[in-house]
């Protein structure tokens, strides 16, 4: 079956930092899909950032991106210029390659970016 | 830009009674999903529906829980007999996966359940 882990539970960067936040998974599959989802506190479960893993190349969006190691079952993401609006639970997240295209998700990371 | 929308966005009720959690999808999106989160802890999958019929679900969809598309555009959970530990944060999801293309799950705001 397949994990996700997340082994940071709080993570603190300062405003305009950078700030890594760390995910490794397990699975035996070769074709899946890797997300890093925000959640703030109102709840709602936005998508940050997406990486096929049949893809090399890292994904970025805008000040999000990953450090997607295929090998290592690693994927970490990185915020650079860190808001104080990106303060929120991130969650990364693993699908398949099967059928039904569920998400497993990781326990989360709690971001605080201070002023 | 289109989105998932859920109703109620909370629902309080007495344990024992019947709860309809109710979703609206994108138009056109072909997989349904609901998930739960219960307060402090990780997203959890429930169920996931295809062509008018569950595809998967995992252990926490026992007989208490049931899916429904009732007519073209909404997508239900419903709760028979509710429990104190039902008390979550329940997401639906829709997707639209082609291979290649776009396998991105989008959520709803969520319907926070509270039962008593």
């Known amino acids: 079956a397949q994990t996700v882990t997340q082994s940071q539970p709080e993570m603190s960067v300062q405003e305009a930092e950078t700030v890594t936040l760390s995910c490794t998974y397990d699975t035996s599959e070769n074709n899946y899909y890797l997300f890093w989802y925000k959640q703030p506190p109102s709840r709602q479960m936005i998508l940050v950032i997406r990486q096929e893993a049949y893809k090399q190349q890292n994904a970025t969006e805008n000040r999000f991106s990953v450090n997607f190691q295929k090998a290592a079952k690693s994927f970490s993401l990185k915020i650079s210029d860190s808001q104080l609006g990106d303060t929120a639970m991130y969650f990364c997240a693993f699908e398949g390659g099967g059928a039904t295209n569920k998400l497993i998700f990781g326990t989360g990371t709690l971001l605080a970016v201070q002023p | 830009e289109p989105e998932v929308t859920q109703t109620p966005s909370h629902q309080v009720t007495q344990m024992g009674q019947e709860v309809i959690l109710r979703c609206v999808p994108i138009?056109?999106?072909?997989?349904f999903y609901w998930y739960r989160q219960i307060l402090g802890q990780k997203v959890e999958f429930l169920v996931s529906f295809y062509n008018n019929e569950i595809s998967e679900k995992s252990e926490i969809f026992d007989d208490q829980f049931s899916v429904e598309r009732p007519d073209g555009s909404n997508f239900t959970l419903k709760i028979r007999s509710t429990k104190l530990e039902d008390s979550a944060m329940y997401f639906c999801?829709?997707?639209?996966?082609?291979?290649?293309?776009?396998?991105?799950?989008?959520f709803g705001q969520g319907t926070r359940l509270t039962v008593v």
């Open positions: 999801a829709s997707s639209d996966p082609h291979v290649g293309v776009n396998t991105e799950a989008f």
């Open positions: 138009s056109n999106h072909l997989y």
